[in-house]
């Protein structure tokens, strides 16, 4: 009998399933009801609910709650600061059974072998793993990475099985204006998936980025932005990263009218966060206690994730469907008890037991050297422009600040919470750097420098003073990669990251302790940030208004140019 005929006949109760859960209700995400009986799996496929069926292996989920399991729709895996294998370990216990990711990071950094990568580790993962092929390598031509994807390229690496489509377009710019290897992309996926990235795009230059074929967007961080872009047909995910926050701005918009249009993704986020608050069952947890529908909750996060994308084989516990299932101790706690991923049982065993694939991207930090006159700055005139930290979100202010000019330099100001930053490319192309001011950081003395930096993954560093920021920067070179804090010159806490500059090959659980020492040594310099690090990083992605920087200088991001 082939698996076909198999699955047919233990749905019809002629032939033993392999497993089947007993004791537990169905949560229904077409009717919302509870559903009694027992959910059995024969392979990897669910065959049979609200009956009762045999089983070689019978487990009893006895007052447990069963949802389908989560589906998180856009994030960098890069960003947990681990290996794919790592991040496996880390969510999938929590319910995540099927991830969809954006490795631009690491292309950045290393390019189509960075893609490859992914797409080698995700068969030998417990975790469904989507890789999407980056669309914007680098985000701009206003910085320096380390490697630059054509749509050619792209197109060598669309055969794999792990592929959904083109991942998130950042150069909204160049879809709107017409840039001719922006639209090379773009007809390559047409008819596919295409995610988006339009950070407060409205009206007509909305309608124009969406006419191109793109279906989501998860930048949008007021329900106000949610709703026009809802309205114009666009899949809207909601995000609750490490420092991109906009859970409860968009949590009003969320309802059972709408949660078919409407998903859930972390972007970016760190173990540290994972283990105090959670991932997508931190989401389900915080949108119910802020009163959203349990419904609608769940949904969002596996339903309307898996039509969104059309993952027509999961999204719900039903025949026929991927035996992706979550136990729960209750709806509203999220708190999973068990977890079943593609009809595998996971836990320690079944994490042991997976392959393996080598990292690539080792020995990548190759900048120059630099000295506390490095970070000097020059100007002829006081008037200068600053960017403006917004806690909770990736988007900046463009400020304007007095500073005097004092020996040839401004220099950083901690009264006034005014600190240097500076943006220093790593990847041996040039040898930039790029020096500025920032506000909001609340730096009283040192330095912080890290090679995760959005998404040309150069150098970044801010600080009060130079050597400091010398001393942090120098680090980098040194392992690899990382974050490092340095006061008084000595170093008081670092994390090496030799995977590319962005990951480490260590477990996440001891990546998580050297996170909590990072941010106590960050606070010991004066920083009020709760995240820090992924909030220096985002202050060099020059497609997210307003004021950023790159290696190339101060970019006004609504203009879309570097400031002379």
Same mark, same amino acid.
């Not at 009206?203 to 969406?210: K, Q, V």
């Not at 930290?389 to 901690?414: M, S, W, Y």
């Not at 220093?424 to 950081?441: D, K, P």
């Given at each position: 009998?082939?698996?076909?005929?198999?699955?047919?006949?233990?749905?019809?109760?002629?032939?033993?399933?392999?497993? !089947?859960?007993?004791?537990?209700?169905?949560?229904?995400?077409?009717?919302?009801?509870?559903?009694?009986?027992?959910?059995?799996?024969?392979?990897?496929?669910?065959?049979?609910? #609200?009956?009762?069926?045999?089983?070689?292996?019978?487990?009893?989920?006895?007052?447990?709650?069963? &949802?389908?399991?989560?589906?998180?729709?856009?994030? *960098?895996?890069?960003?947990?600061?681990?290996?794919?294998?790592?991040? $496996?370990?880390? &969510?999938?216990?929590?319910?995540?059974?099927?991830?969809? #990711?954006?490795?631009?990071?690491? +292309?950045?950094?290393?390019? +189509?072998?960075?893609?490859?990568?992914?797409?080698?580790?995700?068969?030998?993962?417990?975790?469904?793993?989507?890789?999407?092929?980056?669309?914007?390598?680098?985000?701009?031509?206003?910085?320096?990475?380390?490697?630059?994807?054509?749509? =050619? @390229?792209?197109?060598?690496?669309? $055969? @794999?099985?792990?592929?959904?489509?083109?991942?998130?377009?950042?150069?909204?710019?160049?879809?709107? *204006?017409?840039?001719?290897?922006?639209?090379?992309?773009?007809?390559?996926?047409?008819?596919?998936?295409?995610?988006?990235?339009?950070?407060?795009?409205?009206?007509?230059?909305?309608?124009?980025?969406?006419?191109?074929?793109?279906?989501?967007? *998860?930048?949008?961080?007021?329900?106000?932005?949610? /709703?026009?872009?809802?309205?114009?047909?666009?899949?809207?995910?909601? /995000?609750?990263?490490?420092?991109?926050? $906009?859970?409860?701005?968009?949590?009003?918009?969320?309802?059972?009218?709408?949660?078919?249009?409407?998903?859930?993704?972390?972007?970016?986020?760190?173990?540290?966060?994972?283990?105090?608050?959670?991932?997508?069952?931190?989401?389900?947890?915080?949108?119910?206690?802020?009163?959203?529908?349990?419904?609608?909750?769940?949904?969002?996060?596996?339903?309307?994730?898996?039509?969104?994308?059309?993952?027509?084989?999961?999204?719900?516990?039903?025949?026929?469907?991927?035996?992706?299932?979550?136990?729960?101790?209750?709806?509203?706690?999220?708190?999973?008890?068990? %977890?079943?991923?593609?009809?595998?049982?996971?836990?320690?065993?079944?994490?042991?037991?997976?392959?393996?694939?080598?990292?690539?991207?080792?020995?990548?930090?190759?900048?120059?050297?630099?000295?506390?006159?490095?970070?000097?700055?020059?100007?002829?005139?006081?008037?200068?422009?600053?960017?403006?930290?917004?806690?909770?979100?990736?988007?900046?202010?463009?400020?304007?600040?007095?500073?005097?000019?004092?020996?040839?330099?401004?220099?950083?100001?901690?009264?006034?919470?005014?600190?240097?930053?500076? %943006?220093?490319?790593?990847?041996?192309?040039?040898?930039?750097?790029?020096?500025?001011?920032?506000?909001?950081?609340?730096?009283?003395?040192?330095?912080?420098?890290?090679?995760?930096?959005?998404?040309? *993954?150069?150098?970044? #560093? &801010?600080? !009060?003073?130079? $050597?400091?920021?010398?001393?942090?920067?120098?680090?980098?070179?040194?392992?690899?990669?990382?974050?490092?804090?340095?006061?008084?010159?000595?170093?008081?806490?670092?994390?090496?990251?030799?995977?590319?500059?962005?990951?480490?090959?260590?477990?996440?659980?001891?990546?998580?302790?050297?996170?909590? =020492?990072?941010?106590?040594?960050?606070?010991?310099?004066?920083?009020?940030?709760?995240?820090?690090?992924?909030?220096?990083?985002?202050?060099?992605?020059?497609?997210?208004?307003?004021?950023?920087?790159?290696? /190339?200088?101060?970019?006004?991001?609504? /203009?879309?140019?570097?400031?002379?």
């Amino acid at each position: 009998m082939d698996s076909l005929e198999k699955r047919i006949a233990a749905a019809r109760g002629e032939t033993p399933a392999d497993i !089947v859960l007993r004791g537990g209700r169905v949560f229904d995400l077409m009717t919302g009801a509870l559903l009694e009986g027992d959910v059995a799996i024969v392979g990897d496929r669910i065959v049979g609910t #609200c009956d009762s069926y045999d089983a070689a292996q019978v487990i009893d989920v006895t007052g447990r709650v069963l &949802v389908p399991g989560f589906i998180d729709t856009h994030l *960098h895996v890069e960003s947990s600061l681990v290996t794919p294998f790592e991040f $496996d370990r880390c &969510v999938t216990p929590r319910g995540v059974t099927t991830a969809i #990711c954006d490795p631009h990071e690491i +292309a950045n950094v290393v390019g +189509a072998e960075g893609i490859r990568y992914f797409q080698r580790a995700a068969p030998h993962l417990l975790m469904d793993l989507k890789v999407q092929l980056s669309s914007c390598v680098p985000s701009t031509d206003m910085e320096t990475a380390g490697a630059a994807l054509s749509a =050619e @390229d792209l197109a060598g690496l669309m $055969d @794999d099985p792990s592929g959904l489509g083109l991942a998130e377009f950042m150069n909204y710019p160049g879809v709107i *204006h017409r840039d001719p290897g922006a639209m090379d992309k773009l007809r390559l996926f047409e008819g596919g998936h295409i995610d988006g990235h339009a950070p407060l795009l409205s009206g007509r230059d909305l309608n124009a980025y969406i006419a191109a074929g793109i279906r989501t967007e *998860h930048e949008a961080t007021s329900e106000t932005e949610a /709703r026009e872009k809802l309205r114009k047909g666009l899949r809207v995910l909601i /995000r609750e990263g490490s420092v991109s926050k $906009d859970l409860h701005a968009l949590a009003p918009l969320l309802t059972e009218v709408t949660a078919p249009y409407m998903c859930l993704c972390t972007d970016d986020r760190n173990p540290l966060d994972i283990g105090e608050h959670g991932h997508l069952d931190y989401m389900i947890r915080e949108l119910i206690r802020l009163g959203t529908s349990p419904l609608a909750a769940y949904r969002a996060a596996s339903l309307s994730a898996a039509e969104a994308f059309g993952l027509k084989d999961r999204g719900l516990i039903a025949p026929g469907l991927r035996a992706d299932i979550v136990a729960l101790g209750s709806l509203e706690a999220c708190d999973a008890k068990l %977890v079943i991923v593609g009809g595998r049982m996971v836990d320690d065993d079944a994490f042991a037991a997976r392959g393996h694939v080598e990292p690539v991207g080792r020995d990548s930090v190759r900048a120059p050297s630099v000295t506390a006159t490095s970070f000097r700055t020059t100007g002829n005139r006081n008037e200068t422009d600053v960017i403006g930290i917004r806690p909770g979100q990736i988007l900046t202010d463009h400020l304007h600040e007095e500073i005097a000019i004092e020996d040839g330099d401004k220099r950083p100001d901690p009264a006034r919470d005014l600190a240097r930053i500076a %943006v220093i490319e790593r990847h041996g192309r040039n040898g930039n750097i790029a020096c500025g001011f920032v506000r909001g950081f609340g730096l009283q003395a040192g330095a912080i420098a890290s090679t995760v930096c959005h998404d040309h *993954h150069n150098i970044a #560093c &801010v600080g !009060v003073d130079y $050597d400091d920021m010398a001393l942090a920067a120098t680090r980098l070179g040194e392992i690899e990669g990382g974050f490092v804090v340095a006061k008084g010159g000595a170093v008081l806490a670092e994390l090496a990251l030799p995977v590319a500059g962005l990951m480490s090959l260590d477990p996440f659980e001891t990546v998580r302790d050297q996170l909590v =020492e990072l941010r106590a040594a960050a606070r010991s310099l004066g920083v009020t940030l709760e995240e820090p690090f992924l909030q220096l990083a985002f202050l060099a992605l020059p497609v997210i208004p307003a004021l950023k920087i790159t290696d /190339r200088g101060m970019v006004d991001v609504t /203009r879309f140019e570097i400031i002379g």
